[in-house]
């Protein structure tokens, strides 16, 4: 069976929020890095999927204009945060910032990208509301630079 560095993170250890580089790749000189933006503490709370799919649309087009290179941004399948993919090695203050600044914006805007019926796959599930009500408490909570100590 392949080995999937996520799965061997203690997730009874982590201290949600925060940012993690958890895996990164060269071939050919070209560094390609995954992080996992936690939002919520796994197994004690979970995004309602309309918060996660709002969330999602908002941080595709909002991390982009944050930071350059962005390959993906997906919702993790327990709903407690996203992977993000990204061409070149960072610095992790560069995505935590990118982050809150992303997090920030979504608790102003009024406008959800591609949620028309032919832009989206579940056109029906989204909550503006609830995605602003997460993005507040994370940066309430603040995001940390470590997953096992609080480094704000
Ligand atoms: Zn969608």
Redesign the pocket.
């Known amino acids: 069976m392949a080995k999937v560095e996520s799965f061997s993170l203690n997730h009874d250890l982590v201290k949600a929020p925060y940012v993690r580089l958890a895996g990164s790749e060269t071939q050919q000189d070209v560094t390609i890095e995954k992080y996992d933006l936690r939002f919520l503490q796994p197994n004690a709370d979970a995004l309602p999927t309309a918060a996660l ?1 709002t969330l ?2 908002l941080l595709a087009t909002q991390m982009r204009d944050e930071l350059t290179g962005i390959i993906d941004i997906s919702p993790m399948g327990c709903r407690t945060g996203f992977y993000m993919i990204v061409w070149g090695q960072h610095d992790i203050k560069e995505i935590r910032d990118a982050l809150y600044n992303t997090l920030v914006f979504i608790t102003k805007t009024d406008f959800v990208p ?1 949620v028309a019926r032919e832009a ?4 029906r599930d989204h909550s503006l509301f609830s995605a602003k009500e997460y993005a507040q408490q994370v940066l309430d909570q603040g995001i940390s630079l470590d997953p096992f100590q609080r480094i704000l």
Request: a negative charge; hydrophobic letters at 10%.
């Open positions: 799919h999602e649309h591609a989206c796959g579940n056109y």
